[in-house]
């Protein structure tokens, strides 16, 4: 059985339900797009300053360079855009899902299985001040398995309170109503 939502085609097992579909939350692409910008002022400032000390050079050249700092301030912007669009984390009744499909780099498939009464450890975490003044958190997944060491990362969730609940849920043997 396989679920199409919009582009994200899962693969469902047997008996399986999904309970969440979530991206990163909107505001991890924000310091990657605000530090492009940073970089670009920093890049456009310093070469007017530099063409004004050391350079006789006509006033369409500081319209050209602006311009073409722009234009890899879209595309850096476009490929941060595309790269949080293209990631999922799906939490069904019998597994923890992170895909991340983006053409350029192929399709990341990340699964960890789960069952019913297992023990769960789940932390939260604010990876910066920022978020934690947010309340954006990263959640961590620990399990007691032989077979996973390290624990599994929800980076910066949408919803993390809900991923917390329905993990809780499972772990406690519950199936959650739709």
Sequence with gaps: MSIIQGKLNIKLLPGENIYTIQRKHLISIAFPLASYILIMTILIVASIIIA?????????????AVLLLLSFLVVLGMFTSMNW?????????KRILHIHFFKTQGEH???????AGI??????????LIYDLLNVEDIYIEFPREDRQEPFIIRTPNRPEEFEEILDEIAAGHEKEK
């Design 109 to 115: 498939f990340e699964e960890v299985f789960v069952a």
């Design 52 to 64: 004004r000390l050391f350079l006789v050079i006509s006033p369409l050249f500081f319209i050209d």
């Design 119 to 128: 023990e769960i450890k789940i932390s939260r975490v604010a990876s910066n």
């Design 85 to 93: 669009f293209y990631q999922f984390y799906v939490v069904t009744n």
